[in-house]
């Protein structure tokens, strides 16, 4: 369970926030800590990177895929579905005790683990089944092996006809990063 | 100068509320970092007790009142632990009510009805609620489901999609995925187009001229019906180059859709965030 932040964490943050030297005010504690520094080089390293490319170009993500792959479902295979209450137990019970257990200590997830040291559940079986509520977060990507593609027409050998100005702004829609990364990533339906 | 002594006016820093990791979360943190302003990355437990609210004769004040963007990963579908679940909803909760009470600029605000956007994971109900005109049939299953329906126009090829790995294979192929499953009449070779919308600026991702299409109005219009501040629509475009149809509205772009379009996107998204 991720513990709270100390005061002393949340007033750093919120000091350096509010911090921020504005329009030539400078307010006292607006030092950089040593991990600001890094990230503020780190920053200008990604920044000096993209100069001299047109951001039209597009760039490939450092790792391929969303930084959420896979890191959700951290430890399934034996903690047990409260909501599916198929095991029998009255899950309000634990107010009153009446199976003698403490569920909040814990003992209800076998392996005692903490769900951020447990391993991705990539059976697909239960972490397939996505809730039907809200969707309000970014949602799990993942990269698709290559498609098979249905109908993709073939380049005749030799065209008997010039194309048309439609079909030559096809063909360059076609051949263009987004259409490439979007059919890479499977088809849009 | 203490916290409860600035106001909103003299903040100049962005609270992006994500998953540390996330790499849409770094660009954005970076790029405002290099504009001169100060920008962080908190998950959903750290950016919550940075935050107050208090309701002073019925006005809800927040503290402190900086801009803001919601990334907000997803729980674990299954749980782990009760308090773990629990301490998340807590968080979570009021984080909505920070998000939807101050009176700093937040991108893709939640309303009173939710946290989450007025986007389904079924296009057909998000183009309902997006007031569109009624697009193809559209089946979720527990098997990868047959054909359903007429197929309508060019989209004559019936597309099944496992929700589990977001592979997307034409019927009757399998994708040897467990599914569940979702599927929707398409064109058997579909071409597309991607907007990136932040307010009323709309970015094409490719340089094609598809000006008689009108996508970044239609765009601009779709994510402002279904109250959202930033999104990328995907169209799926004619062969003929006649006629455009929306088929997804991503609340939350990914870094790959925003790179395309940063030249514009960015210094537009400064000027929303530290008008």
Same mark, same amino acid.
């Given at each position: ?97 009446? !199976? ?16 951020? !040291? ?72 | ?6 106001? #909103? ?8 509320? #994500? ?5 849409? #979360? ?7 970092? =290099?504009?001169?302003?100060? @920008? ?42 009760? =308090? ?14 920070v998000a939807a009470l101050t009176p700093a600029p937040v991108i893709n605000r939640p309303g009173p009805g939710g946290l989450g956007t007025r986007v389904s994971a079924s296009a057909a109900l998000t183009e309902l609620r997006a007031g569109l005109p009624g697009g193809s049939v559209e089946v979720f299953s527990s098997r990868p489901p047959e054909p359903v329906g007429?197929?309508? #126009? ?9 929700? @589990? ?21 398409? @064109? ?42 930033? @999104? ?44």
């Open positions: 369970m991720r513990p709270f932040l100390s005061a002393a964490e949340r007033r750093d943050v919120t000091g350096r926030l509010w911090a921020a030297p504005q329009q030539g005010l400078v307010f006292p504690g607006a030092e950089m800590t040593a991990g600001e520094r890094r990230r503020r080089k780190r920053g200008k390293d990604v920044k000096e990177s993209k100069e001299g490319k047109d951001s039209k170009d597009g760039k490939e993500s450092k790792e391929g895929k969303d930084s959420k792959d896979g890191k959700d479902e951290k430890e399934g295979k034996d903690s047990k579905d409260y909501k599916d209450g198929k095991d029998g137990k009255d899950h309000k019970d634990h107010k009153d005790g009446k !199976d003698g257990k403490d569920h909040k200590d814990g003992k209800d997830d076998k392996d005692g683990k903490d769900h951020k !040291d447990g391993k991705d559940d990539k059976e697909g079986s239960d972490w397939a089944m996505a809730p039907s509520g809200p969707d309000g977060f970014v949602r799990q990507r993942f990269e698709p092996a290559a498609l098979p593609s249905a109908g993709m027409p073939q380049a005749p050998a030799d065209r008997a006809h010039p194309l048309t100005e439609e079909e030559e702004t096809a063909a360059e829609l076609r051949s263009s990063r987004v259409n490439r990364l979007l059919r890479g990533r499977g088809v849009v339906i | 100068m203490s916290s409860s002594e600035a106001s #909103a006016s003299d903040s100049s820093g962005l609270v992006v509320v #994500a998953d540390p990791e996330d790499a849409v #979360a770094a660009e954005i943190r970076d790029f405002v970092e =290099d504009s001169g302003h100060e @920008a962080v990355i908190l998950d959903v437990f750290d950016a919550a007790q940075l935050f107050t609210v208090t309701v002073e004769d019925s006005v809800a004040v927040v503290e402190p009142a900086v801009p803001m963007i919601l990334r907000l990963p997803s729980p674990p579908l299954r749980r782990i632990s009760f =308090d773990a679940e629990f301490q998340f909803n807590e968080c979570l909760a009021h984080l909505w009510a007429p197929a309508e #126009a060019e989209s004559t090829q019936w597309w099944v999609q496992d929700l @589990a790995s977001w592979t997307t294979v034409p019927w009757p192929e399998r994708s040897g995925g467990s599914g569940p499953f979702r599927a929707r009449w398409s @064109a058997p070779d579909p071409l597309f187009e991607n907007v990136v919308v932040l307010r009323d600026h709309a970015w094409p991702s490719s340089a094609v001229e598809l000006d008689r299409l009108r996508l970044e109005e239609r765009s601009t219009d779709i994510v402002a019906r279904l109250g959202l501040d930033l @999104a990328a629509v995907v169209w799926r475009i004619s062969p003929d180059l006649t006629s455009a149809k929306p088929v997804m509205v991503e609340p939350f772009p990914d870094v790959e859709q925003l790179r395309m379009v940063w030249l514009g996107f960015g210094p537009q998204l400064l000027k929303v965030l530290f008008p």
